[in-house]
């Protein structure tokens, strides 16, 4: 099962999950206009989902259901809160990107959640305001239950459900800025998908695998076993202090593979296609518009 967002064959944006090969939506039976409010509303609210499914397997309600070749999968979830990455947060990346020491925190920053993209969507290559566009697959984090001042060891339980990030970048706003946010939050630069798998489908989160391919190459093969800091640990650390709210979007770093590492730098060309790939969650997939605006 996976948790997803959806348009319709009548156009309708629906959000529910994947059970099999149908995706049944849940938005009428449960009342929550979109995932973010439903994971929002909180654990009632699960419970409540957990019941209407049991419901449904058991014959007593019919939910609306669809093949996948019915809908069109849109951003799972659409946070209204900037999205929160970490830099630097494998040693092999850290390196390519200029070597020395690792990082001695997490370097957080954020990503405007405006960056938005939907599986299979087309990244907008902005021709005229980058001429160094990149790649970067990532395990991405779903905030389920607020807190502020969280324990390592309770980290996990504050997790709903983990999806894929592509944070895509321009390295050259990012080196003329001297600093993250504006080359990575042009529109387009945050494809997110394709589902949220829920936390208890994944009970070790260290076991997964990152890998990007860019036209068929393996260009990025990594284990979240690799992160300097683990999830746990930066849950704990983001929360110092500060107040995480349930549907925040933490992305947890990128291991080595980017384009600027190699040399000379592999940028990506209007018509690529990038795939995001890690077991148990699945493949994010999207092609540089061949034009800006298509």
Request: hydrophobic residues 45%; contains cysteine; glycine residues 10%.
């Amino acid at each position: 099962m996976a948790w997803a967002t959806f348009l319709t064959p009548d156009g309708a944006l629906r959000w529910g999950f994947r059970s099999g090969d149908r995706y049944v939506a849940l938005d009428e039976a449960l009342g929550f206009a979109s995932l973010h409010a439903f994971i929002a509303a909180g654990e009632a609210a699960w419970r409540a989902a957990e019941a209407i499914l049991q419901a449904a397997e058991a014959g007593r309600l019919k939910l609306p259901a669809y093949a996948p070749d019915e809908v069109t999968l849109d951003v799972p979830l659409r946070t209204p809160y900037p999205i929160v990455c970490v830099g630097k947060n494998y040693a092999d990346h850290a390196q390519e990107m200029g070597g020395g020491e690792p990082p001695s925190a997490p370097v957080f920053f954020t990503k405007a959640p405006t960056a938005l993209l939907p599986p299979e969507a087309a990244i907008d290559p902005h021709v005229g305001v980058t001429e160094a566009l990149d790649y970067e697959g990532e395990l991405a984090v779903v905030i389920g239950k607020s807190g502020r001042d969280i324990p390592p060891e309770r980290a996990l339980e504050h997790v709903f459900g983990y999806t894929i990030l592509n944070d895509v970048t321009a390295r050259d706003l990012q080196k003329k800025h001297v600093q993250y946010f504006k080359g990575k939050s042009l529109d387009t630069f945050a494809p997110l998908g394709p589902e949220i798998v829920p936390r208890a489908a994944i009970p070790d989160p260290r076991a997964l695998v990152v890998r990007t391919t860019v036209n068929g190459e393996l260009r990025q093969n990594g284990s979240v076993r690799d992160l300097l800091w683990p999830i746990e640990a930066l849950i704990a650390e983001l929360s110092r202090g500060m107040t995480l709210p349930a549907g925040l979007i933490l992305a947890t770093g990128t291991p080595s593979g980017v384009g600027a590492g190699f040399s000379p730098p592999r940028f990506l060309k209007p018509g690529d296609e990038v795939v995001v790939e890690i077991d148990g969650i699945g493949r994010l997939k999207n092609r540089v518009a061949a034009r800006p605006g298509a």
